[in-house]
């Protein structure tokens, strides 16, 4: 289930230039760069925010699975264990 509130759903470009129009003329043409800039990092915070918790939760189920089946556990990043083998070999 989605959440999309209702009074959106009637939204079109009339209204979002109305919207548009207030908010610059609330703001002003100072602030409207200033606000676009603290939204676009705001999203991008939260889409990251979202796309870690999806590869936690898929990491998690993942390794239930291979507990249910007696697989050993797979490393996160191969990278950092050769690494880590070099490091402890040298």
């Known amino acids: 289930m989605t959440f999309f509130p209702a009074f959106l759903t009637g939204l079109g470009w009339p209204e979002i230039l109305l919207i548009l129009a207030l908010v610059l003329v609330l703001f002003g043409p100072k602030r409207l760069p200033e606000i676009a800039e603290a939204m676009g990092k705001s999203i991008r915070k939260f889409k990251s925010a979202t796309n870690e918790a999806t590869r936690d939760v898929k990491r998690e189920?993942?390794?239930a699975g291979r507990e249910l089946r007696n697989?050993?556990?797979?490393?996160?990043?191969p990278e950092n264990s050769e690494k880590q083998a070099d490091q402890n070999g040298a």
């Open 61 to 63: 189920l993942d390794d």
């Open 71 to 77: 697989e050993p556990p797979v490393a996160d990043k």
